[in-house]
Antibody, heavy 120, light 109 residues
Framework: EVHLVESGGDMVQPGRSLRLSCQAS????????MHWVRQAPGKGLEWVSG????????SYADSVRGRFTISRDNAKNSLYLQMNSLRVEDTALYYCAKDNDGTGSQIDNWGQGILVTVSS | EIVLTQSPATLSLSPGESATLSCRASQRVSSYLAWYQQRPGQAPRLLIY???NRAAGIPARFSGSGSGTDFTLTISSLEPEDFAVYYC???????????FGPGTRVDIK
């Protein structure tokens, strides 16, 4: 069974930075694209960023482009999200998610999420 | 940019009834359309991928259909555990960009 565990969530002030990590196990990590998806309190799902199996294809939602950077380390079965210039509206539960394809097709597995709170 | 619209926003039904949920795209899209169920306090769960294929372990009462701009998730006979929020997800562009619909809440009537 696919296992995805997020870490790094915290409460930070606007303008500060935070780095999320996702440890993956029980599947061949470097065969699949990966994603970050977030959900603000009481709101719907918002796709944040995705990265292909070999990091050649990277994309971002308009709301985070230029502030967030996705990366992966296949040797460590890990996915990351560097979040800079955080805003109050970035407050959300952040999910690490696995794709069912190497370049990006559809999400088929999710972590339990990690909370990021941006507040002064 | 592709925008997904889900309707209705809320569906109030009784156990045993069938539910029909719609996901409409602002322009013609590929068949990379997925449906997810999210129960309160839980992570989403994949139900349907490629518009009409049931994910592993998903009961046969869940079915997906559609192409082009109009997609449908049907739950043939609602069980108590099916009352939840349902989202559609579409991939478009290259490198791939993804967008979720706003969700449909299925409530117990």
């Amino acid at each position: 069974e696919v296992h995805l565990v997020e870490s790094g969530g915290d409460m930070v002030q606007p303008g500060r930075s935070l780095r999320l990590s996702c440890q993956a196990s029980e599947f061949i990590f470097d065969d699949y694209a990966m994603h970050w998806v977030r959900q603000a309190p009481g709101k719907g799902l918002e796709w944040v960023s995705g990265i292909s199996w070999n990091s050649d294809l990277i994309s971002y939602a308009d709301s985070v482009r230029g502030r967030f950077t996705i990366s992966r380390d296949n040797a460590k079965n890990s996915l990351y999200l560097q979040m800079n210039s955080l805003r109050v509206e970035d407050t959300a539960l952040y999910y690490c998610a696995k794709d069912n394809d190497g370049t990006g097709s559809q999400i088929d597995n999710w972590g339990q999420g990690i909370l990021v709170t941006v507040s002064s | 940019e592709i925008v997904l619209t889900q309707s209705p926003a809320t569906l109030s039904l009784s156990p045993g009834e069938s539910a029909t949920l719609s996901c409409r795209a602002s322009q013609r899209v590929s068949s990379y359309l997925a449906w997810y169920q999210q129960r309160p306090g839980q992570a989403p769960r994949l139900l349907i991928y490629d518009a009409s294929n049931r994910a592993a372990g998903i009961p046969a009462r869940f079915s997906g259909s559609g192409s082009g701009t109009d997609f449908t998730l049907t739950i043939s006979s609602l069980e108590p555990e099916d009352f939840a929020v349902y989202y559609c997800l579409q991939r478009y562009d290259w490198p791939p960009i993804f967008t979720f619909g706003p969700g449909t809440r299925v409530d117990i009537k």
